[in-house]
Nanobody, 122 residues
């Protein structure tokens, strides 16, 4: 069983940066792929980025390419999402999720966090 806790979301002005963190419990976290997703009010949840268990590969949604960077520190059981050049349309609740299947890229996720709110003002 893995528990995920996101943090780092806050109110920021357009053009600003934030770094989100996803901290996991469980000693097998280093063998899980992790993804970041977001859900804006009135919209469906959408994929943002994912990172392989070994960090050797990453994958981004088009909206995140060039502005967001996903990384991980397995020694700290933590995955990060660095978000730069933020836009009002990035406003959403951001969730991290972990997949234990060892498929790459993941097609589903076993564990989800509770989310952290990111608000970008114009």
């Amino acid at each position: 069983q893995v528990q995920l806790v996101e943090s780092g979301g806050e109110l920021v002005q357009a053009g600003g940066s934030l770094r989100l963190s996803c901290v996991a419990s469980g000693h097998t976290f280093s063998s899980y792929a992790v993804g970041w997703f977001r859900q804006a009010p009135g919209k469906e949840r959408e994929f943002v980025a994912s990172i392989m268990w070994s960090a050797l590969s990453t994958y981004y949604a088009d909206a995140a390419k060039g502005r967001f960077t996903i990384s991980r520190d397995n020694a700290k059981n933590t995955v990060y999402l660095q978000m730069n050049s933020l836009k009002p349309e990035d406003t959403a609740v951001y969730y991290c999720a972990a997949d234990s299947s060892r498929r790459w890229p993941p097609t589903s996720y076993d564990y989800w966090g509770q989310g952290t709110q990111v608000t970008v003002s114009s």
